[in-house]
């Protein structure tokens, strides 16, 4: 199997833990899958580690973990197919549903 | 059934958004206002020293909480324009007592007011005066109808029986009020349940000047991390290597009252964990309220306890509830067979 780009945005209320905590779970389970990733942490210091223009059209899958409502979600605009919607404490309780909830979008590539 | 399992979404990330937002005015306000009290005495509002002006701006702060969370439940609605009617929406249910319910159900009406004017058909010529007259206008006149000739008196009147009959219990129903509020807190350490305990007792805090509620808070959500912290200090066999690592980070969480700490362990054994964290922060929110304790401030963990009334009582009553946490946890907990679990701490 390739190697795939994926990149994913998280979020959460007080903007402090479970943004860190999933995006943590995150990269952990892609690097065990030797994929790439790529996380913008949307938390109570504002938008770090900024996803670019080209970030967003290199993707191959695009994880949504938010709680709160995403700020400049316009940049996804043009590749919503390639979204999928986890909440934050599920990826913190169990990474693995990135893949298996990315299966549609991943047999499609 | 998707739909409305998508109009739930929209709604919960409505209201976590909105809480989000308003979270930095909340931290402001109950601070500086306790620091006016602390510096002025407790006539500080009727005085023109620097600790009422500190006093003044921490009332300013605590006004615009429920503005700024109705303000951005639209703005998660309806997106930009969502955010001018959301706002004024909170601010009619500020002044017209109708608190935080007011302002929750007034900006998730404000975000489906202004979506709707959205999709309203207008010439295209015109259609710059959306955004700038027509959105703005219409939003707040619907709003301000539905808000003060319909939800304002039936909500204000719930709103003040609440915050009167919770500010009235005493003895007996005030400890049963403890218990609930405590086990809430730590039932979902940081999810829904603990946000709405956490909103009856800032509610109590602004609305009705009581702030024994926040000070049995801040225990029942300090420890739950903190009883996790001292179980593996305690009893390191019950607990894998990997999540004995953590236990600095469960020790910061609990000074720091970040209740979401103490989550992973939840997760990797939750019929044993989450009962425990409820037993001891139950109990300690229980003994807050026999113990008469206030607490001036509404976030902060271990770094304000100069606002309680009775600092080392508070310290003690933590402690208490710490240790009942650690003690059900190392009563409940089996041993580990090492190489066995593998969950991230």
Redesign the interface.
């Given at each position: 199997m390739n190697i795939l780009k994926i990149i994913a945005i998280t979020?959460?209320?007080?903007?402090?833990?479970?943004s860190y905590?999933s995006a943590?779970?995150l990269k952990?389970i892609a690097q065990k899958n030797g994929d790439q990733i790529k996380v913008e942490i949307q938390g109570?210091m504002g938008i770090e580690n900024f996803l670019t223009v080209k970030d967003i059209e290199d993707a191959d899958l695009i994880v949504f973990a938010?709680?709160?409502?995403i700020s400049k979600e316009e940049r996804f605009n043009s590749v919503n197919s390639k979204i999928i919607?986890i909440p934050p404490?599920e990826v913190?309780?169990r990474p693995e549903i990135v893949y298996e909830k990315a299966k549609e979008i991943l047999t499609n590539l | 059934m998707d739909n409305l399992k998508i109009f739930g979404?929209d709604i919960?990330?409505?209201l976590?958004?909105g809480?989000?937002y308003m979270?930095?005015f909340v931290v402001p306000g109950g601070i500086l206002i306790a620091l006016g009290f602390a510096f002025g005495g407790i006539y500080v509002y009727e005085d023109t020293s620097f600790a009422a002006s500190l006093f003044s701006w921490g009332k300013i702060a605590f006004s615009l909480m429920v503005p700024i969370m109705a303000g951005y439940i639209a703005?998660?609605l309806a997106d930009r324009p969502g955010i001018a009617p959301g706002i004024i929406a909170g601010m009619i249910a500020e002044s017209q007592g109708s608190g935080f319910i007011g302002g929750m159900i007034g900006g998730i009406l404000a975000g489906y007011i202004v979506l709707s004017i959205k999709k309203v058909k207008i010439p295209s010529v015109l259609q710059s005066l959306m955004p700038v007259l027509i959105i703005p206008l219409f939003g707040t006149i619907f709003i301000g109808v539905i808000m003060t000739y319909i939800i304002g008196v039936p909500v204000t009147w719930l709103n003040t029986t609440m915050t009167s009959v919770l500010t009235n219990l005493s003895g007996g129903s005030l400890i049963i009020f403890g218990l609930i509020q405590g086990a809430m807190l730590a039932i979902d350490m940081?999810?829904p349940l603990n946000?709405a305990a956490y909103f009856v007792a800032i509610g109590m805090a602004t609305s009705g000047n009581d702030w024994a509620p926040m000070s049995a808070n801040f225990i029942a959500s300090m420890s739950p991390p903190m009883g996790i912290a001292i179980a593996m200090l305690i009893s390191k066999n019950k607990f894998t290597t990997l999540e004995r690592k953590g236990v600095g980070n469960c020790i910061v969480?609990g000074l720091a009252m970040?209740t979401?700490?103490a989550?992973?362990y939840a997760?990797s054994d939750p019929f044993r964990v989450i009962p425990s964290l409820m037993v001891g922060s139950a109990i300690g929110a229980a003994l807050s309220y026999a113990a008469n304790l206030t607490l001036q401030a509404p976030h902060g963990g271990v770094f304000v306890i100069l606002l309680a009334n009775k600092p080392i009582v508070w310290l003690g009553v933590l402690a208490i509830a710490s240790l009942i946490t650690a003690g059900m946890l190392i009563l409940l907990k089996p041993k580990v067979v090492e190489n066995e679990i593998e969950i991230?701490a």
């Open positions: 979020s959460c209320a007080t903007g402090i833990a479970h905590m943590e779970a952990k109570a938010n709680d709160v409502r919607h404490h913190i309780k | 979404r919960k990330q409505a976590l958004t809480v989000s979270l930095a703005f998660s940081g999810g946000k969480g970040i979401e700490f989550i992973p997760v991230e």
